[in-house]
């Protein structure tokens, strides 16, 4: 059977894939965001995921106004890299898994988890900044990426309780697979930022920092955190980090912290990540 080994979390900031794909990684400002996910590229070096489930907001490039999924998964063959108004990032188109897909979304959709299945869908940097981060600048993604965008940008998004449940959800779907597959769950987006109004530069560390504690040690107590709270203490953009509740309702209730890293500055956004294994 499929098995989830561990889990993601991290930012997505697309000032990092500009930094990146314009040779600016190296330079002071940039260098000390990069190297805190030196040991992140070692461990998925050495975990060799055969599929990772990669959850994400879309910034109105899949989706507009027009259709706006709550939750969405991405069942197609592969995704092309959206161009969200300076033209594609240089990076290998994204490889789906489709048959998993079709699993996940049978599973979940039975589960009485409405997911919107998406046959056709561009990727934007939501999904791309994480791959760079893990995964430097290679031809090709080593392997096979589902997307699954989650509404974090139009009012009601889910809340922190029904995404782990989705997470939960999840990883029941994946451990009913038929397949000997390693899979790696990304929950993406956050740490505390607000890009608009009175707050733009929002940054508040000590929750960033009591969010990442709890990620590991007690994430049931996240599934409480209302929108208004996340709003006033993470920011407007802050909202983001119920998609890391998705991939950590996607494993174990006892997991192993690999790595952590928290800085600030990156752009105007607290850049946060973690590493989570199962101890199975």
Known sequence: MARIIGGVTTSHVPAIGAALDNGKSGEPYWKKVFDGYERSKEWIRKVRPDVILLVYNDHAVAFSLDIIPTFALGCAAEFPVADEGWGPRPVPKVIGHPELAAHIAQSVILDEFDLTVVNKMEVDHGLTVPLSLMYGQPKAWPCPVIPLPVNVVVYPPPTAHRCYQLGRALRKAIRSYDEDLRVVVFGTGGMSHQLQGPRAGFINSKFDRRFLNLMTKDPKALTRITHLELLREAGSEGIELVMWLIMRGA????????????????????VGHLILENLK
Do not use: G
């Open 251 to 270: 494993l174990d209730e006892k997991v192993r912290e690999v790595h952590r890293f928290y800085h600030v500055p990156a752009s105007n956004t607290a």
